[in-house]
């Protein structure tokens, strides 16, 4: 099978590599620093996601280096709770915590070893992509760094994060969604911090908002609106720190941050396609940033197989932008949304969120999705066919012969058809289609759970978990 190129080794095209590797696809990833970047970014991922780290093969490992984060709150300038969002460990149907909280340098060096022990992925640091051209057989980048100047491949991936060099070499703008926010990003160490509650803290103070949470390993992070004018320098960071008696932290990091929300106006040129932040930035509010590109990246893998594969045309690829640029913007949307009601505002803002927010927690779907990991379904289109389809099928734990396991690990890497008796469907593509029978027979899936959710239909599932369509007894 022909070669994939992922220019980034950052989490997100780490993913794409051992998702692409599980495939039987041979990749080659391209990344400019010579060595990882030390301190965190990323802090948190939610369990949907979890299942993109499941089927690479890293989330056992992953969730074992975290922490479950307890959910959310909304705290006045004294720290007081206005309003809480907990997410509990039985709230969860994906089969993973609905929430954790770790340290990007954990996950990416979790990540860098699945690499090293994966045939058929190699991993080169040092090398910078400076230019890129394509044709009907493929593109060729020329590289700045390693033994060879020019690297051929069927495709190539652009997971070179927020200052994209694959995206601007495609000539792609980034088209903005709301206005660029400045904050103050602090990491630290806190050995001596007292117990406090294990989610993130959402300060909402009119003189500037904050967010607050614990990560593993005696590590917290703070994060802090700037005012106009104001740098990482000029700020009084221990004066920030004060109201949590914060003054004996070891500050590995504080550094100024533009968060902005922005969708590539192009993610797919010819063979090139672009995932994570080299096609969407999101403001964190909802902790939704590393998770996109992840998402972005479990599509990719099985798309871009199915066609170096011969089972299908280029034409599928077209579907990729079509699926994930709206569900980014969605998700985006309400990262803009909840920022501004935690965020805005002065002081008649906040009376207002004390209202809004007290009210909006006693609303049982409201808080069910402030809680939880749920996200917008996709759109129909040619890969999602019927009603009722287009999100994640859940996950539960299930028994088969005796063995209990995680349902995607029973599914495999394929289209499936789950189903308790129900009719069959067929997929749109000609890919192979594993039959799974939930039951009490020989080679059945045993899963009260599943028993309830399918109510004798069937469900045809995409590769990526996504169900593709209902089809009722």
């Given amino acids: 099978m022909q070669r994939v190129v992922v220019v980034g080794a950052g989490p997100v095209g780490l993913t794409a590599a051992l998702l692409l590797a599980r495939r039987d696809v041979p990749v080659l990833v391209l990344e400019r620093y010579p060595e990882p970047y030390p301190l965190p970014r990323a802090v948190h991922l939610d369990d949907e996601v979890l299942r993109v780290l499941q089927d690479a093969g890293v989330a056992d490992e992953v969730v074992a280096g975290s922490r479950p984060i307890a959910g959310m709150r909304l705290v006045d300038r004294q720290l007081r709770t206005l309003a809480e969002f907990p997410r509990r460990a039985e709230d969860g149907v994906h089969g993973w915590p609905p929430g954790i909280l770790f340290r990007q340098p954990d996950l990416e060096a979790v990540l860098r070893a699945a690499v090293a022990r994966t045939p058929g992925v190699e991993l080169r640091p040092g090398c910078t992509v400076t230019g890129l051209e394509q044709d009907d057989d493929g593109v060729t980048l020329t590289v700045d760094g390693g033994t060879e100047r020019s690297v051929f491949a069927a495709y190539v991936l652009g997971c ?51 967010t607050f949470m614990p990560l593993p390993r005696d590590r917290y992070r703070w994060e802090f609106r700037l005012h106009a004018g104001e740098t990482a320098s000029s700020v009084d960071l221990p004066g920030l720190l004060a109201r949590w008696n914060a003054t004996d932290v070891e500050v590995e990091r504080a550094a100024a941050y533009e968060y902005r929300a922005a969708v590539a106006d192009r993610w797919r040129v010819g063979r090139v396609l672009l995932a994570g932040d080299a096609a969407h930035l999101t403001p964190p509010f909802i902790g939704q940033g590393l998770g996109l590109g992840l998402r972005d990246v479990h599509q990719l893998a099985w798309k871009l197989e199915s066609v170096l594969a011969g089972r299908v045309d280029a034409g599928l690829l077209d579907t990729y932008g079509a699926e994930r640029e709206p569900h980014a913007r969605a998700l985006i949307g309400v990262a803009l949304r909840l920022g501004g009601l935690m965020t805005g505002g002065g002081r008649a803002a906040d009376v207002v969120r004390r209202v809004v927010l ?25 890969l999602v066919l019927t009603r009722g389809a287009g999100s994640l099928v859940p996950q539960p734990e299930v028994e088969v012969d005796g063995r209990r396991c995680r349902l995607d690990d029973v599914l495999g890497p394929d289209w499936a058809l789950l189903t308790a008796g129900g009719l069959p469907l067929s997929p749109p593509l000609a890919d192979p289609v594993r039959v799974v029978r939930v039951g009490s027979g020989p080679g059945e899936v045993r899963s009260p759970e599943l028993v309830n959710w399918l109510g004798g239909r069937s469900v045809l599932l995409r590769p990526d978990r996504i169900v593709a369509a209902v089809r009722s007894a």
């Fill in 160 to 210: 070179d994060g927020a200052g994209s060099t694959v995206r601007e070499l495609l000539g792609v703008r980034m088209r903005d969604l709301g206005r660029p926010d400045r904050w103050l990003v602090v990491d630290a160490r806190w050995p001596s911090a007292p117990a406090v509650w294990p989610g993130v803290h959402q300060v909402s103070d009119p003189a500037r908002a904050a």
């Fill in 358 to 382: 007290a009210g909006y927690r006693r609303v049982p779907v409201a808080a069910a999705l402030a809680r939880g990991s749920r996200t917008p379904a996709l759109r129909r289109g040619p």
